[in-house]
Nanobody
Framework: QVQLVESGGGLVQPGGSLRLSCAAS????????MDWYRQSSGKQREWVAS???????TYANSVKGRFTISRNNAQNTLYLQMNSLKPEDTAVYYC??????WGQGTQVTVST
């Protein structure tokens, strides 16, 4: 069974950048669809980005052009590079493996 551990969250000013990581063990990130989701306080969890086994990537309209999803197969790690961050990006960010397994989440706060 896959285990996922997110890291890289923190407090950043508007316009800043962060890179989130999702380290996987037990299964390979290269053999499954990997997703990033986020959940803001009081809101439902929402999809952010996906990367397929072919490398094809898709993004929510709210982050398109600012966020980049990628993976390092050798390190078995999924990434989310977040640039031009806005206060509305504040949320707990989760990675998901193959549509079923979730990590514990990492908090991102965008504020002055």
């Amino acid at each position: 069974q896959v285990q996922l551990v997110e890291s890289g969250g923190g407090l950043v000013q508007p316009g800043g950048s962060l890179r989130l990581s999702c380290a996987a063990s037990g299964s390979s990130v290269s053999t499954a669809v990997m997703d990033w989701y986020r959940q803001s306080s009081g809101k439902q969890r929402e999809w952010v980005a996906s990367i397929r086994t072919t490398g094809w990537t898709t993004y929510a309209n709210s982050v398109k052009g600012r966020f980049t999803i990628s993976r390092n197969n050798a390190q078995n790690t999924l990434y989310l590079q977040m640039n031009s961050l806005k206060p509305e990006d504040t949320a707990v960010y989760y990675c998901r493996y193959s549509g079923s397994s979730w990590g514990q989440g990492t908090q991102v706060t965008v504020s002055t």
